[in-house]
T-cell receptor, first 118, second 107 residues
Framework: KAGVTQTPRYLIKTRGQQVTLSCSPI?????VSWYQQTPGQGLQFLFE???????NKGNFPGRFSGRQFSNSRSEMNVSTLELGDSALYLC?????????????????FGAGSRLTVL | GQNIDQPTEMTATEGAIVQINCTYQ??????LFWYQQHAGEAPTFLSY????GLEEKGRFSSFLSRSKGYSYLLLKELQMKDSASYLC????????FGQGTELSVKP
């Protein structure tokens, strides 16, 4: 069974550009979450999607956006890149979005997309 | 607000036991997770606690006290391959992570 696939794995952009990252969840998983990981801040929650709808959102500026397609694949976009956006962007999938009946609802992470902004 | 605290770094000796603590203050609580992340790799799930008490899984155990907002991960019979970052995460609705504890296992 294939894991969570993220593309591209590495990319370099310059300030002011925009970037789109892609995530293919585990087959059958319908929820996708995105996190930003930096040495100083750890994993910071960006957003969570289920059935093409954003269900939760973290405290990031509007430059960060995402979407989910009908096949559960997800993309996130960062516009007007800043130096501070350099980070590892992790995508995680789970069977469903969490609710009180879903128990642990474990997230399975992809290897991430490492973005460097120059 | 949300606050999840873990020690930044810990060092232990191969074969020993180490306890990594996590304290949390969150607006909601629907379970606590521990993940392991080796350098350059994806985080992988270790354990889940939603009720008070100890959950044991091989060399790894995790404890939760909801009244104290406290959890720990206990690693026994440490091996060199256990050198990694250990992430504590609390589920409110979304899953919120602490900054992680970098564990170094020395021979």
């Amino acid at each position: 069974k294939a894991g969570v696939t993220q593309t591209p794995r590495y990319l370099i952009k310059t300030r002011g550009q925009q970037v789109t990252l892609s995530c293919s969840p585990i087959s059958g998983h319908r929820s996708v979450s995105w996190y930003q990981q930096t040495p100083g801040q750890g994993l910071q929650f960006l957003f969570e999607y289920f059935s093409e709808t954003q269900r939760n959102k973290g405290n990031f500026p509007g430059r960060f956006s995402g979407r989910q397609f009908s096949n559960s694949r997800s993309e996130m976009n960062v516009s007007t890149l800043e130096l501070g956006d350099s980070a590892l962007y992790l995508c995680a999938s789970s069977l469903r979005v969490w609710d009180y009946s879903s128990g642990a609802n474990v997230l399975t992470f992809g290897a991430g997309s490492r973005l460097t902004v120059l | 607000g949300q606050n999840i605290d873990q020690p930044t770094e810990m060092t232990a000796t191969e074969g020993a036991i180490v306890q990594i603590n996590c304290t949390y203050q969150t607006s909601g609580f629907n379970g606590l997770f521990w993940y392991q992340q080796h350098a350059g790799e994806a985080p992988t799930f270790l354990s889940y606690n939603v009720l008070d008490g100890l959950e044991e899984k091989g060399r790894f155990s995790s404890f939760l006290s909801r009244s104290k907002g406290y959890s720990y991960l206990l690693l026994k019979e440490l091996q060199m391959k256990d050198s990694a970052s250990y992430l504590c995460a609390v589920r409110e609705g979304k899953l919120i992570f602490g900054q992680g504890t970098e564990l170094s296992v020395k021979p």
